[in-house]
């Protein structure tokens, strides 16, 4: 007697083999046989035609600003997504300071679920937050380099000082301690950009120590995308942690060819003893906050500093100058290797602004 019995399924089951056609039983939530099964349930599911897999795992998921309001992740499950890995390219929702908690909130309101009530400080704080609504999918959580650097220095563009250094150290070390898998970084957006790569490897190194992950919004996806494969790299090889370098692209028409390259730079270092992998997504566009336009200096001080920079006439035309012809230390311009019109608004919070979703900037 099974508890529930999948009949004439098509399964799928990760290991590399061909697909082939079986009975699946499940007793108790964990399955217990696949092949033709002889038993009964009072719960039977005839999948004549449909394939059967294990649940997926999305790598990189942004979910953990949606999960405490949406627990039963129906974008996700209905897609057959069962495992997410959050807190992704610097960004989780904790660890929080009550100091500049405010300046988080705003800058990763793009990708937050309305509602969200930032009631917890620490990463452990959260999750239980998380457990106790229930929730449909099981988590993998990072702690975000970009999130502990807004705690403890705010926007500041700035090395930080040892004692900085020493408080975001030990907000790591606390994150580890409260379950988080490794540490992320997204090093196109502030204060990501602001990280030397000294840095990087000092809170890395924390997370090495309870056998952790390196994961990485790598510095630059386009003109520079080389440069930045080698700096993750060099992170990994010195904290002594793998690497995972995320929806690894070489964006812009002229890069397409790089990643041949890149990939090889991997293998070689893999050869060399670096644990580095990437991942990919199966679609040729990116979706992104619209501040990534902007030179990273003008994110300085967080969202309200930049809107008042954006409305001075005379910041307006420096900003202008530096989207138009680069900057030495901004490392990732989307106008320059995409153009305006090769970037389009797909979503606006503000219902006024809704008459220009699904247009590109130039129009």
Request: aromatic content about 6%.
């Amino acid at each position: 007697m099974c508890s529930a019995l999948i009949r004439n399924g098509l399964v799928v089951d990760g290991s590399g083999a061909h697909r082939f056609k079986a009975d699946i039983c499940v007793e108790n939530g964990r399955i217990v046989e696949v092949g033709k099964v002889r038993g009964t349930s009072d719960r039977i599911i005839d999948a004549d035609g449909l394939i059967v897999a294990p649940g997926f795992i999305d790598i990189h998921s942004h979910s953990d600003f949606s999960l405490p309001v949406r627990p039963k992740a129906e974008g996700k499950i209905m897609q057959g997504v069962t495992t997410e890995v959050i807190g992704n390219c610097g960004l989780s929702p904790a660890p929080v300071k009550r100091a500049t908690i405010d300046l988080l909130r705003k800058y990763v309101d793009f990708i937050s679920e309305s509602g969200l009530a930032w009631n917890w400080s620490s990463l452990g704080e959260f999750l239980d937050q998380v457990q106790r609504t229930g929730v449909a999918v099981n988590v993998v959580p990072l702690v975000g380099q970009g999130t502990v650097r807004v705690a403890i220095m705010g926007f500041d563009n700035r090395p930080p000082s040892n004692w900085e250094l020493d408080e975001m150290r030990a907000l790591v070390k606390q994150a580890m301690e409260d379950g988080a898998f490794g540490i992320s970084s997204g090093l196109v957006y502030p204060p990501g950009t602001y990280t030397s790569t000294d840095e990087l490897i000092e809170l890395c190194r924390v997370a090495s120590r309870y056998g952790g992950i390196y994961t990485s919004h790598i510095r630059g996806e386009s003109n520079s995308v080389i440069e930045a494969v080698e700096e993750a790299i060099a992170v990994g090889a010195r904290a002594q942690l793998p690497v995972e370098i995320s929806h690894h692209k070489a964006a812009g028409k002229a890069n397409w060819n790089k990643t041949r390259l890149t990939l090889k730079m991997m293998d070689e270092a893999k050869a060399k003893g670096v644990d580095v992998t990437c991942d990919l997504y199966p679609y040729t566009a990116v979706m992104t906050t619209l501040t990534s336009v902007l030179p990273p200096w003008v994110l300085e001080g967080g969202i309200d500093a930049a809107l008042g920079k954006i409305t001075d006439p005379k910041l307006r035309e420096r900003i202008k100058k530096d989207v138009e012809r680069g900057r030495p230390d901004w490392q990732e311009n989307y106008i320059m290797s995409s153009g305006w019109n090769g970037i389009m608004i797909v979503a606006c919070k503000s219902e006024k602004n809704k008459a220009i979703e699904g247009k590109m900037i130039e129009d």
